[in-house]
């Protein structure tokens, strides 16, 4: 429950990052104090920290883990995708790879898990590209068409009706 708890908070305050105006992010602030750490401070971390995105974070910075395996680790179970989040907010380099993120928001999509929505809409922020804002616009559910929509217009694209894609489409794994 408690976990559980952390890893909303951290879905939060990733979205309000994501709407703050420039220079105020809060996320920016702790992406910028947890990047100057050194080694000996990172391994404190993944020892004695109980926020598993921040040992995550430090297990990426000290080349223990990559960002595809992260990814990888919270598709198949073993970690939650917003303690994913948490750890990518806080390190500034190495970011994950696009095609990296693409690839968990089409598992994530095709598993159809509504709890995952907001965690989605903030990949799609924050990495998202032209085609995987259409991918959530096509995917046949209407908060990623909305967050989809809402990517395309804010970057100067009209959406529209057509043929569009259908790489992925919301649950057709259950």
């Not at 040992?55 to 179970?77: C, H, I, M, P, Y």
């Not at 995987?132 to 009706?161: F, K, M, P, T």
Request: proline share 4%; aromatic share 8%.
């Amino acid at each position: 429950m408690i976990r559980s708890f952390i890893i909303a908070i951290v879905t939060l305050l990733l979205l309000a990052a994501c709407a703050s105006p420039p220079g105020t992010d809060p996320m920016k602030q702790r992406a910028s104090e947890f990047s100057s750490l050194g080694k000996k401070a990172l391994k404190k971390i993944i020892a004695t920290s109980i926020y598993p995105a921040e040992v995550l974070a430090a297990k990426v910075r000290l080349n223990q883990t990559s960002w595809a395996e992260a990814f990888e680790s919270s598709d198949q179970g073993r970690s939650d995708l917003g303690t994913v989040l948490g750890a990518v907010a806080l390190v500034r380099s190495p970011q994950p790879a696009t095609e990296t993120v693409v690839a968990a928001c089409h598992r994530y999509i095709r598993r159809g898990d509504l709890s995952k929505i907001p965690e989605l809409c903030s990949l799609l922020v924050r990495f998202g590209d032209k085609a995987l804002a259409e991918d959530y616009i096509n995917c046949g559910e209407s908060a990623l068409y909305a967050a989809g929509a809402e990517w395309a217009s804010n970057r100067g694209y009209n959406v529209r009706s057509g043929y569009g894609s259908h790489r992925v489409r919301w649950g057709q794994d259950r």
